[in-house]
């Protein structure tokens, strides 16, 4: 009885081990892919700032920008930009870019 009795300590001791073991496993997992998440929208948001402020710069030095060059520059790039919060230089190019004359190529 008593051998029953310490097998089964044993047994409930290994599997609170074991579920701890993996609680931490799985915490531990979601804490990485959140670190991963917050790289790529970093990144993603210093791509964007660039490629804005370059490609705004140069339609400003320009002194006009087709309807294509703003679409691509203000649809696909500077809205999604502003959505994962950028904001600062690129939003300053952007309200610049906005005032140009757009003109057919």
Not at 47 to 65: A, E, P, S, T
Request: glycine residues 10%; neutral net charge.
């Amino acid at each position: 009885m008593e051998a029953i009795v310490i097998a089964c300590i044993g047994a409930v001791t290994g599997l609170a081990a074991t579920v701890f073991s993996f609680v931490t496993f799985m915490v531990q997992r979601k804490d990485n892919r959140e670190k991963k998440r917050t790289a790529e929208s970093d990144m993603l948001m210093g791509l964007g700032h660039d490629r804005i402020v370059f490609l705004g710069g140069q339609y400003l030095k320009r002194g006009w920008i087709t309807k294509d060059e703003y679409e691509n520059l203000h649809d696909y790039l500077f809205k999604p930009y502003a959505e994962l919060g950028g904001n600062g230089t690129a939003q300053k190019v952007m309200k610049e870019v906005d005032k140009l004359p757009l003109k057919e190529q």
